[in-house]
């Protein structure tokens, strides 16, 4: 039996997605995304806040460039992969990321509007409380 490598998220965006186009011109976007929980300790509420290095490739990547934004609620499915890399001092590192597969943007439908009651970026939920999905494997219009 093979293995199972699935993470499932949903928190806020901790900064805009920064994006990069290496040789070839494959792009790929990087952000944190803060996922919190609270919890009662002692009789007090607490909130615990976890943050993960999220990393996006190709289409995926630019979708989330275009539509993403430092504060906004995603949901997003992906796998972890740890991956090694030497800093200035040539030191080896390693990292653990989040590779995204796809999103859902969440949030009500006022969260895709800009002020004058147009849908920002051209989104348009069908209700208030439904998000907007984006897959690596979606054949996207840009």
Not at 3 to 21: F, Q, S
Not at 98 to 115: C, I
């Amino acid at each position: 039996m093979s293995g199972i490598n699935k993470v499932i998220l949903v928190g806020h965006l901790g900064k805009d997605p920064e994006v990069r186009h290496l040789e070839g011109g494959v792009a790929v976007a990087s952000f944190p995304l803060a996922t919190s929980e609270t919890f009662n300790k002692d009789g007090r509420k607490v909130e615990q806040t976890e943050w993960h290095n999220i990393v996006m490739w190709r289409g995926l990547a630019d979708v989330a460039a275009k539509f993403l934004q430092k504060g906004k609620l995603v949901y997003i499915e992906g796998k972890l992969r740890t991956r090694s890399f030497e800093d200035k001092e040539g030191i080896k590192k390693y990292t653990t990321e989040v590779v995204a597969e796809n999103f859902t943007m969440l949030g009500r439908k006022t969260d895709f509007e800009n002020g004058d009651n147009q849908p920002r970026n051209g989104l348009k939920p069908n209700n208030d409380n439904e998000g907007i999905r984006i897959s690596d494997t979606d054949d996207l219009p840009f």
